[in-house]
T-cell receptor
Framework: NAGVTQTPKFRILKIGQSMTLQCTQD?????MYWYRQDPGMGLKLIYY???????DKGEVPNGYNVSRSTTEDFPLRLELAAPSQTSVYFC??????????FGPGTRLTVT | DAKTTQPPSMDCAEGRAANLPCNHS???????VYWYRQIHSQGPQYIIH???NNETNEMASLIITEDRKSSTLILPHATLRDTAVYYC????????????????FGAGTQVVVTP
């Protein structure tokens, strides 16, 4: 199993640009999550999904959108990027209440 | 979910046991204690979790006090590769599956293992 994979690893955006962060898992997990981590801080939940077609907001959803058309994929969309969205983004998945699988992260800089 | 309090940093000598404390005095009956760690720039790594009994796995042991208001993560023989930020998280298992996995990460404890 490849586990949770994220692309791209790094990205620099200009203010106002848009992009999609990709997340894929090959473990047939129903639950998927997006977190962001600002420098020196802990992770904060952006959005999560309990299955294909079902998504819900986490702690910090503003400025982001998600979709879950398949079990494997959970892309995170940034519209109108802002400097405040400079962060490291982690995707995770689980089959139960315990998240054991995190992706390697996408480091995003908005200038 | 109950909040947790951890020391911001601690040092440990290589080969010795590392005991990481976590205070969660407002924990409620259905809340679990989870521990994760994050090695620099990598994704978080699950270590262990428990409800009220002590737990042990190949990575660590989790000791939860009888009143459940605090816990200690024990790394039995710390190595240089255990240098990381360790997060103690308390969260409800929830009766509805839509509460699963909604972990609230704080600042954690920066553990530095020295030779």
């Amino acid at each position: 199993n490849a586990g949770v994979t994220q692309t791209p690893k790094f990205r620099i955006l200009k203010i106002g640009q848009s992009m999609t962060l990709q997340c894929t898992q090959d473990m047939n997990h129903n639950y998927m999550y997006w977190y962001r981590q600002d420098p020196g801080m802990g992770l904060k939940l952006i959005y999560y999904s309990v299955g294909a077609g079902i998504t819900d907001k986490g702690e910090v959803p503003n400025g982001y959108n998600v979709s879950r058309s398949t079990t494997e994929d959970f892309p995170l969309r940034l519209e109108l990027a802002a400097p405040s969205q400079t962060s490291v983004y982690f995707c995770a998945s689980s089959y139960s209440q315990v998240i054991r699988d995190f992706g390697p992260g996408t480091r995003l800089t908005v200038t | 979910d109950a909040k947790t309090t951890q020391p911001p940093s601690m040092d440990c000598a290589e080969g010795r046991a590392a005991n990481l404390p976590c205070n969660h005095s407002t924990i409620s009956g259905n809340e679990y204690v989870y521990w994760y760690r994050q090695i620099h720039s990598q994704g978080p790594q699950y270590i262990i979790h428990g409800l009220k009994n002590n737990e042990t796995n190949e990575m660590a042991s989790l000791i939860i006090t009888e009143d459940r208001k605090s816990s200690t993560l024990i790394l039995p023989h710390a190595t240089l590769r255990d240098t990381a930020v360790y997060y103690c998280i308390v969260t409800s298992s929830g009766t509805a599956t839509d509460s699963w996995g909604k972990l609230q990460f704080g600042a954690g404890t920066q553990v530095v293992v020295t030779p």
